[in-house]
């Protein structure tokens, strides 16, 4: 497995910006598909992001897409979700995650490793 730490998290004003980073260690992390999830009180786990080993392909969820953008930088181990145009409705702990040598996926069951969350509130 990966350990993987997030940072970058806060409180923002609506219509903020946010930059998370997620920083690996433990294995090869060019060879690690990486994704964003999130996880707001009372509800599941939803994917936000994914990004594939090379950074040439993503995808992400409708509700997020053309605000949120993830890319990573495999010289120095980390992925970033830069978060533009903040709702209320983005508060959530968020989490990095990281899959083995396979594509990308949108499903949080596939991942096999994980970080601790970092918060981020958006106020109204």
């Known amino acids: 497995q990966v350990q993987m730490v997030e940072s970058g998290g806060g409180l923002e004003q609506a219509g903020g910006s946010l930059r998370l980073s997620c920083a690996a260690s433990?294995?090869?992390?060019?060879?690690?598909?990486m994704g964003w999830f999130r996880q707001a009180p009372g509800k599941e786990r939803e994917f936000v992001a994914a990004?594939?080993?090379?950074?040439?392909?993503?995808v992400y969820a409708d509700s997020v897409k053309g605000r949120f953008t993830i890319s990573r930088d495999n010289a120095k181990n980390t992925v970033y979700l830069q978060m533009n145009s903040l709702k209320p409705e983005d508060t959530a702990v968020y989490y990095c995650a990281a899959r083995w040598k396979v594509a990308l996926s949108r499903t949080p069951e596939e991942y096999d490793s994980w970080g601790q969350g970092t918060q981020v509130t958006v106020s109204s």
């Open positions: 433990g294995r090869t992390f060019s060879s690690d598909a």
């Open positions: 990004i594939t080993q090379s950074g040439r392909s993503t």
